[in-house]
């Protein structure tokens, strides 16, 4: 393994797209350590009865930090690497995941959740991109959703935990799931060293000769005169070449022409997955099953395990389709179907609930109407099929293939970090904002989901199928305001065309320098 990396591990596209994907599992981990603990009296008792302002500033200090660990990718990722930001990211969620488990008190517990979220933040970004700079265009969607599918699998896992863990009198019934939350970060920084670097990072930092070897590995089973491996090669030395001349990367490279539209676009998709009301569904599903009249802790974590489990399951299709379906149908369908459900549960709500108190706790509830509450659960279940099948895997590919190579680190971070900074806004206000205004609460994001359908529709471009150097060229077609004018052909290039352009182009900077010094 003289290489620093296996190229048997290498040489499977799976493999070497899909391990990275652990660190999407630690935000799923997160949102289920505090889902599963909402009604355990333990961990109610050792934070001294948090409220719902209290417990929504708890579950925010996960989003704060990760927002944090988010914006810390820009530098990250293209001074350290792709690879060894991922590494970092795993010891950090170990030494998070330390402190809570052993957290006495509200503060040491949200410090604990800070340090993970740094962790979550990082890898939530990053992941993305290494995922997308190390695979073939024709399997890129498939593989960068995968994040998705294994924030789902982290959902599951440890709710699971949870679940089993309630059984537990005293605080082992929640310290044991968040202790054993930090081995599969530990798997993650250990596997890392055994998989490649990004060849688009390494060709960045003038490590041709090992990046035309990694593509090899990755693409070609070792040869380098594989016409894929040429082709992406050719392809990366034309847009390194290019960004050499146009000078040194800064955050003012985002608002060079053609950027601006790109950065608004990640960002503004990143935004609208926080707003469709997912997150809340899956950290505060207790609350809302509690509101629609399903009482009975063990068979609210029932239920709650069913929505879980139906998450893991419909995101599957998503991964096998993103690249035949494309990215803008699943949006376009996603935004509209989440939508109507969500007004089906604010409508149900408001028909037949009324303010009472649960579990010593003022909140808007349906009583003695098995009907409405079916519905509501049903409507709820719904809900989360149509995001694990349309928004959850697209909102995390759409972004990291949108940038250039030179701006594609902080871009991507950029767009994550607005992820986050919505997580953490949503994430403290639901629970207060569901103890006021209640059904409301529905109406509210389900008009989000129908406004994020109207921006999709006209500003968002098909990108499924196009290599990260050839969507460059959809966005130089114009069309802001009117995407769907943009051909799904549009940037695909064959290896002859790549080639010929290649060698018009004139030499980067560093080649002239080095001309001038021989």
Known sequence: ????????????????????????????????SMSGVLSNDAYKRTFGLPGPNAQGAIVAAMPAGSLVGALAVTQLADRIGRKRTIILAGIIWV???ILQCAAVDRGMLVVGRIISGISVGLSSAVVPIYQSEITAPAIRGRIVSLQQWSITWGILIQYFIQFGSSYINGTASFRIPWGLQMIPAIILSLGMTLFPESPRYLFD????????????????????????????????????????????????????????????????????????????????????????????????????????????????????????????PMLLAGTLLMGFWLFLVGGLQARFGHWGIVDDS??????????ATKAII??????????????????????????SLKVRGKAVSLATATNWLFN?????????GLSTIAWKTYFIFGTFNFAAFVHIFF?????????????????????????????KNVGKKTLAEVVEKSKTAPEGKESIDDGDSA
């Open 95 to 97: 030494i998070g995941s």
């Open 362 to 371: 003022r909140i808007w509830v349906i009583s003695d109407n098995g009907a």
């Open 378 to 403: 049903v409507c709820s279940y719904l809900f989360v099929c149509s995001f694990a099948i349309t928004m959850g895997p697209v909102s995390w590919t759409y972004p990291a293939e949108l940038y």
């Open 459 to 487: 500003m968002y471009p098909e990108t499924v199928g196009r290599s990260l150097e050839e969507v460059e060229e959809i966005f130089q077609q114009g069309h802001v305001f009117t995407a769907w004018n943009i051909g």
């Open 424 to 432: 953490f806004a949503l994430a403290w206000a639901v629970p207060p």
């Open 205 to 328: 930092h003038g490590r041709e000769e090992e990046a035309l070897e990694i593509l090899a590995d990755l693409h070609g089973g070792g040869d380098k005169t594989d016409e894929l491996v040429v082709l992406e090669f050719e392809e990366i030395k034309e847009q390194v070449r290019y960004e050499q001349r146009e000078g040194a990367k800064s955050y003012l490279d985002l608002l060079k022409p053609g950027n601006p539209r790109r950065v608004f676009l990640g960002c503004a998709l990143q935004m609208w997955s926080q707003l469709s009301g997912m997150n809340v569904m899956m950290y505060y599903i207790i609350y809302v099953f509690q509101g629609a009249g399903l009482v009975g802790r063990r068979g609210n974590l029932i239920a709650d395990s069913v929505q879980y489990v139906l998450n893991v399951v419909l995101t599957i299709p998503a991964i096998i389709y993103i690249d035949k379906w494309g990215r803008r």
């Open 1 to 32: 393994m003289g290489k620093g990396y296996s190229a048997r591990i290498a040489s499977n596209p799976y493999i070497v797209g899909s391990f990275a994907c652990i660190g999407g599992g630690l935000f799923g981990l997160d949102i289920s």
